[in-house]
């Protein structure tokens, strides 16, 4: 499929990501999930606790093949992990950012007290109306669950010092919310860090492919992210960056990573905007985001992944000593400006990405993202979360070829 928005990635600042040296690592201590996600690619599995020793070795396995910034710790729901204390704690001495990747419905505020204690740096908050909720929240719109996403978003800012983002999985129905939902959180711009939108992805009846494990046939109704009904499953990142920008046209992204087959596709597509509560002021360009990069790798030794929310707070300083070296910030700065009081008003950082995951090519191969941040480790091997259930249930990866 081809989105109506062009983009031109030469325009744009390739994040420099790479297998072994990445901003993100993903870690899965369970498999336990206490919600039922359309659209999750991990089978939800109970007795699936790993030993703490297990969750470890796999700590050391990132450490000897990967250079990283920060470890997201998911599952499965990784608030169920009896260990989560202490794997946070020793995310944190191993000088690594722990990030929990939650949907937060066993989050209380005595357990993010002790969460804060051991160290943990931030939340991704998976919050959208497809995850089987129950009770208040059985049944509400996208729009109607910003108020949950504000509740986590004030109850982190209420312990302090911890990075809030949110992502939502993006159906066919869901899109158009998707500029309501950035809008809010630009309203919310001083205690929501980032919001993430990931296309569905799933098998469904309508793909032309055969799956094979080697050269043994796979029945798809087998793979555990099938879905016996025909649904959309090529919504790219430009098509949600097509529905902001009716709403937003000035809305603009800076940074991309591309996929395995096809280049010229934003398989992760990175906005970065500068305001306050009332308004956002404009865009980081591709070389904010190269300064951003580069300077982190130089200084800390790690690509940049969440910003803490003191260096979220420093939109203001950003656009006075960046803006030299970055036209968005430039313009940015020139907004800010046409009221000179502003000056003395804090301006905040905020994120806004778009995940574009596998695409099946018409030939059967598979696009992947090229630098994929959401590594995992399986049998000491550095292999892709989003589709680990293969290796798990066939002992490898899954390839496609058309069907004849």
């Not at 939800?44 to 030993?51: A, G, R, T």
């Not at 793979?223 to 090529?234: A, P």
């Not at 992760?268 to 865009?283: A, D």
């Amino acid at each position: 499929m081809e989105s109506n928005v062009k983009l031109s990635n030469r325009e744009l600042y390739r994040l420099p990501w790479t297998l072994p040296d990445n901003a993100i690592s993903w870690l899965e201590p369970t498999a336990l999930c206490n919600l039922a996600c359309d659209g999750c690619y991990r089978q939800n599995e109970k007795d699936s606790h790993k030993s703490f020793e297990e969750v470890k070795h796999e700590l050391d396995i990132f450490q000897k093949y990967r250079n990283t910034d920060c470890v997201s710790i998911a599952g499965g729901e990784p608030l169920l992990y009896p260990h989560i204390l202490d794997l946070v704690s020793e995310i944190k001495k191993r000088g690594i950012k722990p990030i929990i990747n939650t949907n937060g419905k066993a989050l209380t505020k005595e357990m993010l007290s002790d969460l804060k204690k051991a160290g943990v740096f931030g939340f991704t908050f998976h919050v959208d109306s497809k995850q089987g909720r129950t009770g208040k929240w059985a049944g509400k719109t996208e729009i109607e669950l910003n108020e949950l996403r504000l509740e986590y978003a004030e109850m982190l800012a209420e312990a302090g010092n911890i990075s809030c983002s949110f992502n939502s999985t993006i159906y066919e129905d869901t899109l158009k919310y998707i500029p309501d939902l950035v809008d809010w959180a630009g309203k919310h711009i001083d205690i929501v860090h980032t919001m993430v939108f990931i296309a569905f992805r799933y098998i469904v009846p309508n793909l032309p492919l055969d799956w094979y494990a080697g050269n043994k046939k796979v029945d798809w109704h087998k793979i555990m992210y099938h879905s016996e009904s025909e649904r959309k499953v090529d919504i790219m990142s430009t098509d949600m960056l097509a529905a902001v920008q009716e709403k937003f046209p000035d809305f603009q992204p800076s940074a991309y990573l591309n996929g395995t087959e096809k280049a010229d596709h934003f398989k992760w597509l990175l906005t970065e905007r500068v305001g306050t509560k009332n308004q956002i002021y404009g865009y980081g360009g591709p070389k904010f985001m190269e300064l951003s990069m580069a300077g982190n790798h130089f200084l800390k030794g790690t690509y940049l992944s969440y910003g803490s929310p003191k260096l979220m707070k420093m939109g203001r300083s950003s656009m006075l000593l960046l803006s030299p070296f970055d036209k968005g910030l430039r313009k940015s700065l020139k907004n800010m400006l046409k009221n000179p009081f502003r000056i003395f008003k804090k301006a905040h950082l905020q994120s806004i990405l778009f995940i574009q995951p596998v695409d099946f090519m018409p030939n059967g191969r598979q696009s992947m993202c090229d630098g994929c941040p959401d590594i995992t480790v399986w049998n000491d091997e550095l292999v892709w979360s989003c589709r680990l259930e293969e290796p798990k249930k066939h002992g490898q990866f899954l390839t496609s070829v058309p069907r004849n």
